[in-house]
């Protein structure tokens, strides 16, 4: 757990009056998976492949479900309240820590649309990964929170976009 916690001061050492606005900014779009959600149903309606917001509907779904139930049978402190003395610049989130529902939501869609648009997709694994970073800056997540919820969020993205193009090898605007 020692190193985690370097990682997380380390994080604390480059604090700089633009990343103290940037960071917090980002982090909101993670927050309850609203953006990811929003998008997710925006693709649905809007993107002719229906493949492409089925899958990240399904990832989206199915990582929030893993989430809740990780988070409360691991049961982890977040980092602070194992050390109150950091500075905060969110509000001190109220549930358990393990693993980061922020980077698990972001990496599901990403990844997801990059399986079928890797332009928008590239655009929205960048997004995921600033957003898996801000945890960690805002001292509300340890790394490997921030690790699993990634990999949960992708292994989602895989296996449904996996199953997808299984049962509908060839983009369709109307599956159902």
Sequence with gaps: MQWEFNTLYWFQSIHNPV??????????F???GIFWILLTVAILIFVKDKRVGITCALALASEAII??????TVCRSR???????????VKIPKDYSF???H???SF???VSIFLYKKRWGIAAIILAALIAISRMYLFVHFPTDVIVGTLIGISMALIF????KKRHPEPQAHIF
């Design 161 to 164: 976009g996996y199953l997808v």
């Design 79 to 89: 980092p602070i309240w194992l050390d109150p003395t950091v500075q905060m610049l």
């Design 103 to 105: 980077s698990a939501a």
């Design 19 to 28: 990343l103290d606005r940037i960071e917090p900014f980002i982090t909101l």
């Design 30 to 32: 993670g927050d309850a």
């Design 99 to 101: 693993p980061s529902g």
């Design 67 to 72: 989430v809740v139930i990780l988070k409360n």
């Design 108 to 110: 599901s869609v990403a």
